[in-house]
């Protein structure tokens, strides 16, 4: 059983996406053990609770400087001491400890085809305003192990979604939304915790056969 922690800063769609595929036996072999938001009106928190996961808070604002948050949000993360760490929209930096303790096992969903819109400044609604302004005509999101770069690890899977002629900002994130992230993450949780992925060379592999 994967025991999986999901961390999240806001409305927890990709977060719903999860349990639902979990419960629907879309992902199989997973539980999420406790559901961490940095930002104490997220929804998300919500949509944990009703589920009966706990939910906590860990908001770099609680604490006197980063190196205190960095250094609790690791310790906690270790005394949760989940197989996998799931990014599902969480706006707060992973600290270069916790990616070394939980290396490779740590997965963030971008909403864009990396290595297009990401990086620093890449967060949120402001990807697809990026991609609006840049008349980009394609669109996506990836999933992707994380390490000490932004955006930068091993891409485990992406989906293209189109762009088109009217969109606002909103309305590209919610296509982008329904026909990738909220497939892909949940895939991507399934083949991990049915060991159909592993890295070689830096690059996620799929293990033959699966
Ligand atoms: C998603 O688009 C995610 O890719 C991005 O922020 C959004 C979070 O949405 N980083 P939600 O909280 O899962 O609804």
Known sequence: MLRIVVCVSGGG??????LDAIDGGKI?????????????????????KAHGIPGMLMSPKSYSDREAFNSAFTEEMCRLAPDLVVLAGFLVRIPEEMVAKFSNRIVNIHPSLIPSFCGVGYYGLKVHEKVLERGAKVTGATVHFVNEGMDEG???AQK?????????????????MELAEWILLPQAIDDIA?????????RVKRSSGA
């Open 13 to 18: 769609t990709n977060l719903q996406a999860i």
């Open 28 to 48: 199989t072999n997973t539980e999420v053990i406790a559901v961490i938001s940095n930002n104490p009106g997220a929804k998300a928190l919500d949509r944990a």
């Open 154 to 156: 091993p891409i485990i």
């Open 160 to 176: 293209a979604v189109e762009v088109l002629e009217d969109d606002t900002p909103e309305v590209l994130q919610r296509r982008v």
């Open 194 to 202: 049915n060991n159909r992925l592993f890295i070689e060379d830096g």
